[in-house]
């Protein structure tokens, strides 16, 4: 079956340091590819998607490439603040007509002043 | 507009005694999906429904968990004769049919004592 594979944690960075939080996933078919952030206190939020092979995600200033040829799916950020502070999942959704999804266990990122 | 919404937000029950949990969707998504987030397991799809139907019940973990839906909105997420192992956060998500962005809610934290 599907699954996702990220980074344990947590992540500690300074502000300001650079992030990558690496996933990457096993699928039968062509997935849809998300990263869910989850604020302290606060439910799953969705932070970017992308749908096909060499699509990018964006928001917030991170980034995630669709890369088919190494399935994977890594978050990027070139400069992390203390807001970022949060769980991150990685998430597959296989194109089945409808949209479960497949989380990885999460990562946790920690970001001192 | 309001978003997901699900209550209790927190319950605390004895081992072997009945709990629901329920779930109100974004007013006009007609999926809804119900996860379990658990320390030991990370966060795993449970049930989904469209409309009223559920066509994929393959997360439910025994035949102690059971849901429904009525009039394509409310659902109700039931777990009969509680076990230990049943503690985790009910997470319930809803979407438009065919979308690949799911909204979640601030989930229903389950504790069996």
């Known amino acids: 079956g599907d699954s996702v594979t990220q980074m344990e944690g947590p992540v500690t960075l300074s502000e300001e340091a650079c992030l990558t939080i690496n996933c990457t996933y096993t699928a039968t078919g062509y997935p849809s590819l998300f990263w869910y952030v989850q604020y302290p206190g606060e439910g799953l939020q969705l932070l970017l998607k992308?749908?096909?092979?060499?699509d990018k995600g964006s928001n917030k200033g991170f980034e995630a490439t669709y890369r088919k040829e190494t399935t994977s799916f890594h978050l990027e950020k070139g400069s992390v603040q203390v807001s970022d502070s949060a769980v991150y999942f990685c998430a597959l959704s296989d194109r089945s007509g409808y949209s479960t999804l497949t989380f990885g266990k999460g990562t946790m990122l920690l970001v001192s002043p | 507009g309001a978003g997901v919404s699900q209550s209790p937000s927190n319950k605390v029950t004895e081992k072997g005694k009945d709990v629901e949990l329920r779930c109100d969707p974004i007013s006009g998504h007609t999926a809804l999906y119900w996860y379990r987030q658990s320390l030991g397991q990370g966060l795993e799809f449970l049930i989904y429904?469209?409309?009223?139907?559920?066509?994929?019940k393959s997360g439910l973990p025994s035949d102690r968990f059971s849901a429904e839906r009525t009039g394509g909105s409310v659902s109700t997420l039931t777990i009969q004769r509680t076990q230990q192992e049943d503690s985790a956060v009910y997470l319930c998500a809803s979407s438009f049919e065919g979308s690949y962005e799911q909204y979640f809610g601030p989930g229903t934290r389950l504790t069996v004592t």
């Open positions: 992308a749908t096909k092979a060499d």
């Open positions: 429904f469209q409309g009223n139907s559920a066509p994929d």
